[in-house]
């Protein structure tokens, strides 16, 4: 078969679906210190969400999670409101005791407002972040300015040292463009040579200037990373790369499926400064047919929209019913879907090319990895599978 390195002690899957707290991304502003090109979040304008906005959709998240719920703080940018976070972070630990449940913390961050105060706060309550960086100071600044047009990479880096002595497991997360293509491995090595260990990488698929010039440019930065890759697990170190990682996951445990790992309202839902309710954060937009996804108000909670979407997002994407590749494939992210084509069912023909290219570079690592039965390899994705530090945030 063409993927030799499939377990036989197969391992299965977290119980994901049993015990997976109920999350709730709350967008506490729409403003933000920077202006990215790709941002997809509404107009910079400082719609905030109040307390007791906030309040209600905690209370919401742990009524409905079974046993334990999770917070993420989202934007714009959330550490605008940094004694927001402190309030409601309390809040929440508040009535999570009081209900006899546990409480996790998220945020999603620029990282460029964190001082040693915020460090300390996330440290202490195990608020796990997630902070865009974009690679080298060409690739960031390609995308990630300020309002005067600048490029924000050296603000950033400013602050690096200090967020990893407070957090070495930061989660760093790029959004690949086509300008960008060519730079990943100068990038990586340059995020490598700064601490930096858990790697999250996507493509924006939104981006309306992707050519077959810059596939072919994003495949031969892959194959390099590849090599990289390949030479830092050989020598034993901690390196997590998302983009390899996910595809190698996806063959030795579990195959994706819609509705398993896009949860799409079901178990995550993203909540506006306004207080309406949406299955994902993508949906928080000035799109005009964004409104067609709202799923209730925390005021008034879910209503049967919220069903329906569920249930059409677990349907089967037509174009990949006879593909090879699907379960491994993420066809499955419906808010993605309708970011480029309209429909969550309708897979952009991009990504498909994508993955199509991906997974079998994936592949060959996990093989000859396998082949080798390299030690860091096999208990990154067997043995210690269950303790692997999560890598999903938004
Ligand atoms: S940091 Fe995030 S919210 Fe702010 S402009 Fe960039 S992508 Fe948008
Ligand atoms: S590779 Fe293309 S056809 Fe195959 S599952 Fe993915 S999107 Fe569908």
């Given at each position: 078969?063409?993927?030799?390195?499939?377990?036989?002690?197969?391992?299965?899957?977290?119980?994901?679906?049993?015990?997976?707290p109920?999350?709730?991304?709350?967008?506490?502003?729409?403003?933000?210190?920077?202006?990215?090109?790709?941002?997809?979040?509404?107009?910079?304008?400082?719609?905030?969400?109040?307390?007791?906005?906030?309040?209600?959709?905690?209370?919401?998240?742990?009524?409905?999670?079974?046993?334990?719920?999770?917070?993420?703080?989202?934007?714009?940018?959330?550490?605008?409101?940094?004694?927001?976070?402190?309030?409601?972070?309390?809040?929440?630990?508040?009535?999570?005791?009081?209900?006899?449940?546990?409480?996790?913390?998220?945020?999603?961050t620029?990282g460029?407002?964190?001082?040693?105060?915020?460090?300390?706060?996330?440290?202490?309550?195990?608020?796990?972040?997630?902070?865009?960086?974009?690679?080298?100071?060409?690739?960031?600044?390609?995308?990630?300015?300020?309002?005067?047009?600048?490029?924000?990479?050296?603000?950033?880096?400013?602050?690096?040292?200090?967020?990893?002595?407070?957090?070495?497991?930061?989660?760093?997360?790029?959004?690949?463009?086509?300008?960008?293509?060519?730079?990943?491995?100068?990038?990586?090595e340059?995020?490598?040579?700064?601490?930096?260990?858990?790697?999250v990488?996507?493509?924006?698929?939104?981006?309306?200037?992707?050519?077959?010039?810059?596939?072919?440019?994003?495949?031969?930065?892959?194959?390099?990373?590849?090599?990289?890759?390949?030479?830092?697990?050989?020598?034993?170190?901690?390196?997590?790369?998302?983009?390899?990682?996910?595809?190698?996951?996806?063959?030795?445990?579990?195959?994706?499926?819609?509705?398993?790992?896009?949860?799409?309202?079901?178990?995550?839902?993203s909540?506006?400064?306004?207080?309406?309710?949406?299955?994902?954060?993508?949906?928080?937009?000035?799109?005009?047919?964004?409104?067609?996804?709202?799923?209730?108000?925390?005021?008034?909670?879910?209503?049967?929209?919220?069903?329906?979407?569920?249930?059409?997002?677990?349907?089967?994407?037509?174009?990949?019913?006879?593909?090879?590749?699907?379960?491994r494939?993420?066809?499955?992210c419906?808010?993605l879907?309708?970011q480029?084509?309209?429909?969550?069912?309708?897979v952009?023909?991009?990504?498909?090319?994508?993955?199509?290219m991906?997974?079998?570079i994936?592949?060959?690592?996990?093989?000859?990895?396998?082949?080798?039965?390299?030690?860091?390899?096999?208990?990154?994705?067997?043995?210690?599978?269950?303790?692997?530090?999560?890598?999903?945030?938004?």
């Amino acid at each position: 078969m063409a993927f030799s390195f499939i377990s036989t002690t197969y391992i299965p899957a977290r119980a994901l679906l049993i015990y997976w707290p109920m999350k709730v991304i709350l967008h506490l502003t729409s403003d933000c210190n920077l202006r990215c090109r790709y941002c997809y979040a509404p107009a910079k304008t400082a719609k905030n969400m109040s307390v007791a906005t906030a309040k209600k959709a905690i209370d919401m998240a742990l009524e409905l999670g079974e046993r334990s719920a999770c917070v993420s703080y989202f934007g714009g940018e959330p550490l605008l409101h940094f004694d927001r976070i402190r309030e409601l972070t309390a809040y929440a630990l508040a009535q999570a005791k009081s209900l006899d449940k546990d409480m996790h913390f998220r945020m999603s961050t620029n990282g460029i407002l964190f001082d040693q105060t915020s460090l300390a706060f996330c440290r202490e309550h195990n608020i796990l972040y997630a902070i865009s960086l974009d690679g080298d100071k060409l690739a960031h600044d390609a995308q990630r300015i300020f309002a005067d047009g600048t490029g924000s990479y050296d603000a950033l880096d400013a602050k690096l040292d200090m967020i990893l002595e407070y957090n070495p497991h930061a989660v760093f997360t790029s959004v690949i463009t086509p300008p960008t293509a060519s730079r990943l491995l100068s990038s990586v090595e340059s995020m490598w040579s700064r601490g930096i260990r858990y790697f999250v990488m996507q493509p924006d698929y939104t981006h309306p200037d992707w050519g077959i010039e810059d596939l072919q440019r994003l495949e031969d930065s892959y194959l390099d990373l590849a090599g990289f890759y390949l030479e830092k697990i050989r020598a034993g170190q901690a390196f997590h790369f998302s983009l390899f990682d996910d595809k190698i996951k996806s063959h030795a445990h579990s195959p994706f499926a819609p509705g398993k790992v896009c949860d799409f309202g079901a178990k995550k839902v993203s909540v506006a400064p306004d207080g309406h309710i949406f299955p994902c954060v993508q949906f928080v937009s000035d799109r005009p047919d964004a409104k067609d996804f709202c799923i209730g108000h925390v005021e008034r909670g879910m209503d049967s929209r919220r069903e329906h979407l569920v249930a059409k997002n677990q349907q089967p994407r037509a174009q990949c019913v006879d593909c090879a590749l699907n379960g491994r494939c993420s066809n499955f992210c419906g808010c993605l879907n309708w970011q480029t084509t309209g429909s969550i069912l309708k897979v952009p023909g991009l990504l498909c090319a994508h993955e199509r290219m991906l997974i079998p570079i994936a592949d060959e690592i996990g093989n000859e990895l396998w082949a080798e039965k390299n030690k860091t390899f096999l208990h990154k994705h067997y043995k210690d599978y269950e303790n692997r530090f999560p890598y999903a945030f938004d």
